[in-house]
């Protein structure tokens, strides 16, 4: 992977030629259900704002009021003089809303991971990643310098065949809640009760079911009941609660532990308090409306019930997150680019994003968008792939 000054022209004619070259959309809109791109005003189905929160008056209004108070800047590490009354109520804010006894503001999901698994991990830990898990879980791994073990996807068995045969004084499973190009959950319950008999950490991203899944939309947590001291919980404020930013929850010492040691924590600028700021009213917004997370299942069903009728093959999936593979890269760019012209912005997904020959159309919904918006898109689905 490494490139010379004289090899990059190649390898960027290699990536042209492999249909893997990546281009950048300006949109001259903000977020939302319907965006403009090159003067058209396009469905948009290709954004993680599932709750269409991303540009919501309300939020707005908090973070107008906090940029008065606070400012732009937080201006230095948490550690040093950078954690502002925002943040701290933010924190308290997330750890009340999930349930979890105490939560710590990380500048990023990326960041948050690739904390997590530096902190716990180690040469004397072993790391057990989904083949399927994000990638900054897969490079905390790596940086970690942990024995790294990777399972098939979802494969519980494989999974417990592993932590069995593993002699690490400390293993910690790391896990996508909901993954994130495919949209299916998880069984955390069974991973929990795997890592408690063989006394391992969790680590459970929900990047994608915070917001989205429980019947209050509190994460994948709530969805599935649990609770566990031996859990550590990552949740992103980019994606449903339409922000910036990252929160890690959990019991109070492994909390306390990744604010002294997290080297992403410790040695990066705080978070503009704004953003935290954006944090709060998202969290109050999904508390004070369940009508929000409801608007996004009815969707996610009307989708389904729409596609099985055209028959239109996407993947089971009862996430926001809902695909429909298509094998090689230049056919999902091509059935991407019908979609376009029909007026629906829905991203081709190709490696090394996905697996080689999985290359699909991820399409992702929204509570911001309607009946119709949906039901129109599995029409153009069946008639874009004939
Ligand atoms: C987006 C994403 C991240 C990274 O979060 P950022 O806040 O965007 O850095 C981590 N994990 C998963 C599963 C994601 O989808």
């Not at 809303?97 to 690739?114: E, H, K, M, T, V």
């Not at 955390?188 to 209050?216: K, S």
Request: one cysteine or more; aromatic letters at 6%; glycine letters at 10%.
């Amino acid at each position: 992977m490494a490139a010379s000054v004289d090899g990059l022209a190649g390898k960027l004619a290699a990536l042209e030629r492999d249909d893997l070259r990546r281009t950048r959309r300006v949109l001259d809109s903000p977020q939302g259900p319907r965006v403009r791109l090159d003067g058209r005003e396009l469905v948009n189905f290709s954004s993680n704002d599932y709750l269409g929160l991303a540009n919501d008056p309300g939020l707005a209004r908090a973070v107008h009021r906090s940029l008065d108070e606070f400012g732009t800047g937080s201006g230095a590490s948490p550690l040093v003089s950078g954690h502002l009354r925002a943040h701290e109520d933010a924190e308290r804010r997330f750890a009340a809303f999930c349930g979890l006894p105490r939560a710590l503001l990380f500048g990023s999901g990326y960041a948050a991971n690739i904390g997590i698994l530096t902190v716990l991990g180690g040469p004397e830990a072993e790391i057990f990643g989904d083949r399927l898990n994000h990638a900054c879980l897969h490079d905390g791994a790596r940086l970690s310098r942990s024995v790294y073990t990777r399972y098939a996807h979802v494969d519980i068995a494989a999974l417990g065949r592993a932590l069995e045969a593993s002699k690490a004084v400390v293993r910690i499973v790391a896990t996508d809640a909901v993954f994130s190009m495919d949209g299916d959950v998880a069984p955390l319950p069974e991973m929990l009760a795997l890592c408690e008999r063989h006394d391992a950490w969790l680590v459970v991203d929900d990047a994608h079911g915070i917001g989205v899944l429980g019947a209050c939309g509190r994460g994948s947590l709530e969805h599935f009941g649990l609770a566990s001291p031996r859990m550590v919980y990552m949740a992103t404020l980019g994606k449903a609660l339409g922000g910036y930013g990252a929160f890690v929850g959990g019991a109070p010492d492994t909390i306390e532990w990744l604010l002294q040691r997290a080297r992403t924590y410790v040695f990066s600028t705080a978070l503009p308090p704004l953003l935290a700021a954006a944090a709060c009213a998202a969290l109050d917004r999904v508390e004070r409306d369940p009508a929000l997370v409801a608007r996004l299942r009815s969707r996610i069903g009307e989708f389904r019930a729409a596609c099985a009728g055209l028959g239109v093959p996407v993947l089971p999936s009862d996430t926001a997150i809902q695909p429909i593979i298509l094998g090689e890269a230049a056919r999902a760019l091509e059935v991407s680019a019908r979609l376009l012209e029909r007026g629906f912005l829905v991203p081709a997904i190709r490696p090394p994003t996905v697996p080689q020959g999985t290359s699909r159309l991820r399409v992702s919904l929204s509570a911001g968008h309607e009946r119709d918006d949906v039901e129109r898109l599995a029409r153009a689905l069946a008639q874009s792939l004939g």
